[in-house]
């Protein structure tokens, strides 16, 4: 089942544009974790941020939780089309597995 | 860097086949799982293992099994391949040690198309 699912499932943008994904879960977390994948490609980990921090930065990502609202956001600033790709939030369930949601898509047009 | 490869990319099979998917990971992780993905689906896990010869249900275990006869390789085996096993499959290991705060490494990825 899912746990985390993100909003909105698909976002377009132009270079250089600042893009938020969402993502929401239901049950308690440790942590909370996003990934990308590229194009028929496998998903590489971006981030991960623990239940008991609120914010974190990466380069140019930004990944806030509120584990109150059960919601974390991952915004990406000055988009490059190399962002291109679909993003995915993932939360540990039993036994340690992930838990992802659908994905949003991310197009960023030069 | 970690490393996780599966044997092919793309595969073609009919249905009946017996269908074998491996994955090796070169970073001695002990715990490897496997994955497939579907439009609007997102991921769902079909069987984990947290050592050699150790083996868990996923959430979608109908119509597969897996084998970890050594730490670096997982296989995932189609005992009778379906049409509607037609998908993205994915392998990924992680560290173990109890806790959660370990990413998960993974594999390009094998499409498979069953016809």
């Known amino acids: 089942s899912q746990q985390g699912e993100e909003d909105p499932q698909a976002l377009s943008i132009q270079e250089g544009e600042n893009a938020t994904m969402n993502c929401s879960y239901k049950t308690s977390i440790n942590n909370l974790q996003w990934y990308r994948q590229n194009s028929g490609r496998g998903l590489v980990h971006l981030i991960l941020?623990?239940?008991?921090?609120r914010e974190k930065h990466s380069g140019r990502l930004r990944v806030t939780l509120d584990t109150s609202k059960k919601s974390s956001s991952l915004l990406i600033t000055a988009s490059r089309a190399a962002d291109t790709a679909s993003y995915f939030c993932a939360t540990v369930g039993g036994y340690n597995k992930l838990i992802f949601g659908a994905g949003t898509r991310l197009a960023v047009h030069p | 860097d970690v490393k996780v490869t599966q044997s092919s990319r793309y595969l073609v099979k009919r249905t009946g086949e017996k269908v074998f998917l491996e994955c090796v990971q070169d970073m001695d992780h002990e715990n490897m799982f496997w994955y497939r993905q579907d439009p609007g689906l997102g991921l769902r896990l079909i069987y984990f293992s947290y050592d050699v010869k150790m083996k868990e249900k996923g959430d979608i275990p109908e119509g597969y099994s897996v084998s970890r006869e050594k730490k670096e390789r997982f296989s995932l085996i189609l005992e009778s391949a379906s049409t509607n096993q037609t998908s993205m499959y994915l392998c990924?290991?992680?560290?173990?040690?109890?806790?959660?705060?370990?990413?998960?490494?993974f594999g390009p990825g094998t499409r498979l198309t069953v016809t």
């Open positions: 941020i623990r239940s008991n921090e």
């Open positions: 990924a290991s992680r560290e173990a040690g109890g806790r959660s705060n370990y990413e998960q490494y």
